[in-house]
């Protein structure tokens, strides 16, 4: 076989394939400006692509005749809905060096359906970042007496969710104080303590994704900073679920809500919990459970 004739046939096939699933790994524009070294723009890159693999190819305007060979919509078909370049927002998807004006963000945040979360987490990740290492916060004196003068269970937790101060009453419920200190992370308790999952009981699954896609919000903020890749590691490894629940790229705020646990010894609680934000340090959020006790129905007359 003449191999002579059939070669540039076959360069030509692969940079076609390249440019199709990869585009602008052949245009030399699109190349220089590949950053390589910023995972929050690579957080950025990933949020986008899920919000649009999540999308009905119905909402797009585009024609959808050709064959699709990805969920949700075409990056072309989030482009034009949008109104902006094809080109500039693949660079907005492959993580590069851009910076999209406040009228750019709230038309993308249309076009992805973004709630009004993930419109925030949007402007968020997109603003550029300053920042030093994170640390581990310090609670404020007045703040741990004021959690420990509560009869009803309090904690406060940081950015990361580490669990930075409690009370009596939430330590009998939650047993903080039982916990190695490298455990004593919101996330980690409830991923891999099995204590934990026996306390939420059928809910737990629920209330862990729930806790994930609020701490998700956090994160890509402070994507590549050891604290948080070491914990990315502990919860992969420590909770089977983690893994796909990560990958679905979640966004949620922290509103309050019920809870009931099942105690091994108090028994059936039902709690209403809420948390706050510390005005001394905005890091600082500040969880408070209150007893919801049943009232005494009467039977009609």
Known sequence: MNFSLEAPVIAWLVRSIQAWYYP???????????????PRRSELGNFLRSRREKLSPKSATASNGRRRRTPGLRREEVAELAGIGVDWYIRLEQGRSVSPSVTTIDALARALRLSKVEH??????TKTADRSAFTRETVP????????SLNQPAY?????LDILAWNAAADEIFA?????????NSLVNMLTNPATKRLLGKAWADQARRMVAQ??????LWAGDPAFVSLL??????CAEFAGWWASHDIRGAPGGV????????????YAYASFQSNDDPALKLALYTPLRETNRRSPT
Not at 24 to 38: C, E
Not at 120 to 125: D, E, F
Not at 156 to 160: D, E, F, K, N, S
Not at 176 to 184: A, H, T, V, W
């Open 156 to 160: 406060v937790t940081g950015r990361r």
């Open 141 to 148: 004196d007045s703040l741990r007496r004021l959690i420990e």
């Open 24 to 38: 602008g790994i052949s245009n030399p524009t699109l190349q220089k400006d590949r950053p390589m070294a910023d």
């Open 259 to 270: 809870k009931e646990l099942k105690h091994p010894k108090k028994g059936l609680l039902r």
């Open 176 to 184: 903080f104080s039982k916990l190695p200190e490298d455990d004593r």
């Open 120 to 125: 925030a987490h949007l402007r968020a990740l």
């Open 233 to 238: 590691a502990r919860l992969r490894s420590g």
């Open 215 to 220: 701490f998700r919000a956090t994160h890509d």
